[in-house]
């Protein structure tokens, strides 16, 4: 397990250089976490909340007929926090409250893709 940490730690790199992200988590659909960056203290329940949030929304998507959920983005008055998911796992982008989403979603698009191809 720690070699494919490692290789998803490397995948997922190109997101930390991004001045507005505050922080990352790839979690498995399961609600395991994977990894974390920066590498502190997480709180044992939530990576399975954020895994369900997601699940939740794609599914009222599927629901309402309003086509395949591509992203969640959840604004609170200190952050915004982006949710994509892709078949096996969930990243979760904490950003700057001004930060611009669609400029981090375009990196985060591309590192999940290669999270997946790693987890596969």
């Known amino acids: 397990m720690d070699a494919i940490r490692e290789q998803l730690k490397s995948a997922l790199s190109s997101l930390e250089s991004n001045a507005s992200l ?51 983005v959840i604004e609170t008055d200190t952050l915004k926090i982006l949710l994509l998911g892709g078949s096996l796992a969930v990243l979760v982008c904490l950003l700057d409250k001004s930060a611009n989403e669609e400029e981090l979603l375009a990196l985060a698009k591309g590192a999940e893709a290669k999270a997946e191809q790693i987890l596969a």
Not at 42 to 52: C, I, K
């Open 22 to 72: 505050n922080g990352y988590l790839l979690v498995r659909r399961d609600g395991m976490l994977l990894l974390r960056y920066p590498d502190s203290q997480t709180s044992s329940d939530l990576p399975g909340f954020l895994a369900s949030t997601l699940g939740t929304f794609e599914t009222l998507s599927g629901k309402l007929g309003a086509g395949e959920a591509q992203h969640l």
